[in-house]
């Protein structure tokens, strides 16, 4: 399987609380994290795939991924998300690894046919994302956050994961970035920071992060009465 998989999943949840990160509390009775997982797999089932945690919760991922052992490995995650995904990216069990999909641990509802795009899109291109546009106008604030100028809506859009790259060039993206001290929010910028194009292919509205308590909400709702 030329296809490799990491999931950033070291974060602390603080935005939404409680003494158990996000990605292990119980939506419907199943782990945020193992309803990730399970997407992941159905979309690749043979792929090998890193799970960057936080060391503090390693044994605890490790009991839940259980049955994946094997093409599956937790490893422990950096300080941030981006160090995460670098450390992950540099696991031997990805070496083989052709096409590199990242996706959030908190992000339960991607489809499989959402996945498959973005790999091809990958294949093809070198690196996408899925994106959605957004319902609000958006401004631009300058550093006393007054309104600097208002962004065009119809070229703005919101990124979600999972996103899909070339190995190769990931890597030498992370590697720069790590080099030039270069922090990002999503591997996209990383990618486009490299001086790589980044194409885009259609998102799903329902593919939300889990991050407030607001999301979670809608999380429940999603799972109770399949929101689309």
């Excluded at 792929?47 to 919760?57: G, L, T």
């Excluded at 990216?89 to 990805?94: A, E, N, S, Y």
């Excluded at 994961?161 to 591997?187: G, K, V």
Aim: aromatic share 6%; hydrophobic share 45%.
């Amino acid at each position: 399987m030329d296809v490799g998989i990491i999931v950033p999943a070291a974060g602390s949840g603080q935005r939404l609380g409680g003494a158990v990160p996000k990605q292990y509390r119980l939506l419907a009775g199943t782990p945020v994290l193992v309803r990730v997982i399970r997407m992941l797999r159905a979309a690749f089932e043979d792929a090998a795939m890193v799970v960057a945690v936080d060391r503090s919760w390693q044994d605890h991922a490790e009991q839940l991924l259980a049955e994946y052992k094997g093409s599956l490995v937790v490893t422990e995650g950096g300080s941030t998300r981006q160090e995460s995904v670098f450390r992950a990216l540099q696991h031997p069990i990805l070496a083989e690894a052709e096409i590199i999909v990242i996706h959030d641990a908190v992000r339960p509802f991607a489809s499989v046919g959402l996945t498959h795009r973005v790999v091809e899109a990958a294949r093809q291109y070198g690196a996408a994302v899925p994106v959605i546009p957004p319902a609000d106008t958006v401004k631009l604030l300058d550093a006393n956050g007054t309104i600097e100028t208002t962004l065009p809506r119809g070229r703005v859009r919101l990124v979600q994961t999972p996103q899909a790259f070339r190995r190769s060039i990931l890597l030498e993206a992370h590697q720069e970035a790590a080099e030039d001290r270069f922090e990002a929010t999503d591997d996209a910028s990383i990618v486009e920071y490299a001086g790589y194009p980044v194409v885009t292919v259609e998102g799903e509205m329902r593919n939300i992060k889990i991050t407030t308590p607001l999301d979670w909400c809608l999380a429940e709702q999603i799972v109770q009465v399949g929101c689309t």
